[in-house]
């Protein structure tokens, strides 16, 4: 469930219903909307506001809500009024990093371990396939605009069901992007990638980037387990950034 621009108590609505429908809740908990004082955000996490902690869902995503024109059908998005769209504040980068620390000691102090960067979990409840990805694993999606990955190659179905329909009935696979590797674009991805779960990555992984790594460490960003990397909870609300600073070393190569 993502709430753009509802009130908390339609947002608590909204989960309810969703956690009736199915025995394993899977809510998005957005933690800021723009124009969103600190109590309204703090409210939003709280028991009586958006109901999140009082659903005891095995799994929570986090993010942070802007305000988005349209919806994936292309409609106008809920809530969304063009004629204020040039007057929306934003939070600040500081705001946001804010909101994200709050929803963290909330979250963890109600049982949720932040497992990765915008996913918390109950323990033995963590999404086996987001794990995967993050690990660099191999994995087959099936449908339109949908993705997999399997040794050297990727590949995304285009977003096209009339198209995708028609090639199957042709015996024909479906159209779609292809994204080729090379195994050092792979071991990097598997770097940063990795980086984005808390229990980060090991010394060999991060072979290729370790002075880089070191950098970071310095910077307070990293943190040297003995064993391998990981994100400290600074870096963890600065994961582009890491993930870029890792990333342009082979630019500068």
Known sequence: ISVYALTSEEGSRMAREAAEKQNSSLPDKNC???RRGRSDRRSGLNADGSGVIPLRPNRLAQGIAGARRRDYAGQAAPGYNPASHNQINLLS???????LDLAQNIL???GYMHYE???YARPGFECRHNL???RGGEYIGLGPAASSHAGLMRWTNLPDLGKHTEALERGDDPPR????LDPELKQLEMIVFGLRIAEGISKATGRIREEKLRELCREGLVADTGEGWRLSRRGFFMADYVGRELLAGRNAE
């Open 93 to 99: 980068e500081d705001e946001e990093i804010e909101t």
């Open 108 to 110: 963890t102090a109600e």
């Open 32 to 34: 800021s909307r723009p």
């Open 177 to 180: 992007e292809i994204d080729p």
């Open 117 to 119: 960067i915008s996913n």
């Open 132 to 134: 995967d990805c993050w």
